[in-house]
């Protein structure tokens, strides 16, 4: 028996960081996609394969042994073979780069939950959700699950502590331009560092917090009217604030000018301290974006949102 899953990668538009303090965040679906294969085999083994590397254990391992990034995986199919005497082979494909911030990990366990348990049985997508949160979790203890539903319904959405997630039904038509630093980051320590900078200023940041409020109140006016030109202004209004807290670097300063030069604006998306940033464009300086950042030796590349979601075959 085979199945096969694909999940969208994603990316915060506006938000991050803030969001940890209870303001809105907004992300969306890209159209990068994570594609897992997971086969039955007769072995009673757990072997998974994938461009960051394998992973190959008998079932019913304590999973907080387990020291691999692939976890998620080893979790989901230990779990749904429940003792059988048989075996699973997971493949794992990616269109994007793993462990950047794009949100890899949400869409290998969104993926990797639809694939392993429809081995067994025909699971709908709002349990594949479920389990891909419990999967995400064991090397994400403290996830909000933000990512994982998103990379399962596709889209955009709308996500604050308070009430969850929104989906939000408009189809804005514009292209990110994606560049990647290159720096590893590590998301706890970066979130640790505003953490700093909000106990030194509690008024400050409290300051920062409401006018983040209020950008997220009007972008989301502004995804409605389709509006490319002003979001791109939010984007650049985004991007100080993130700068302000603390959580950019010269390098990345470098590319948020490129960007800002070339599209309607740029920030930084996720956690910061390394990782990506985002470029917003339409196909009026969509080229040029991405042939500035070639240019310059970044790796780049550009997606649109995507609107499907959880795939299974
Ligand atoms: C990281 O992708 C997003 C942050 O806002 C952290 C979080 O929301 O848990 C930086």
Redo the contacts with the bound molecule.
């Keep these: 028996m085979k199945s096969k899953a694909s999940s969208p990668a994603k990316v915060?538009l506006f938000?991050?960081?803030?969001?940890?303090y209870g303001v809105k965040?907004i992300l969306c679906a890209i159209n990068k996609r994570i594609t897992v294969t997971a086969e039955t085999i007769k072995e009673n083994k757990i072997y998974i394969k994938s461009n960051i590397g394998n992973l190959e254990l008998e079932p019913n391992k304590d999973i907080s042994e387990i020291n691999s990034p692939l976890k998620p995986f080893y979790y989901l199919a230990n779990k749904l073979l429940e003792n059988q005497k048989t075996g699973i082979k997971i493949d794992v494909e990616s269109e994007i780069p793993l462990g950047v911030?794009l949100?890899s990990s949400s869409a290998c366990c969104v993926a990797g939950a639809a694939a392993i348990s429809r081995l067994f049985n025909k699971t709908s997508k709002e349990e594949i959700l479920e389990l891909a949160i419990e999967a995400e979790k064991t090397i994400f203890e403290?996830?909000?699950g933000?990512?994982c539903t998103v990379c399962t319904y596709g889209g955009i959405m709308e996500y604050d502590k308070k009430n969850g997630f929104t989906k939000i039904e408009s189809e804005p038509n514009f292209h990110l331009v994606i560049a990647n630093s290159n720096i590893e980051h590590s998301?706890k320590m970066?979130?640790e560092g505003?953490k700093q900078f909000k106990e030194n200023d509690e008024n400050r940041f409290s300051i920062l917090c409401d006018k983040e409020s209020k950008l997220i109140e009007d972008v989301l006016d502004l995804l409605k009217k389709n509006n490319t030109v002003e979001l791109g202004n939010k984007i650049r209004e985004n991007q100080e604030y993130l700068e302000t807290i603390g959580?950019s670097n010269e390098k990345l300063r470098k590319m948020i000018q490129i960007g800002q030069n070339k599209s309607f604006g740029a920030k930084i998306t996720?956690?910061?301290g390394g990782g990506c940033i985002i470029a917003l464009t339409d196909e009026s300086n969509l080229e040029q974006t991405l042939n500035q950042f070639k240019e310059d030796n970044y790796d780049c590349f550009s997606v649109k949102i995507d609107f499907k979601g959880l795939d299974t075959f």
């Design positions: 915060i938000g991050e960081h803030f969001v940890v965040a911030g949100g403290n996830t909000s933000a990512d998301t970066v979130v505003v959580i996720g956690a910061g």
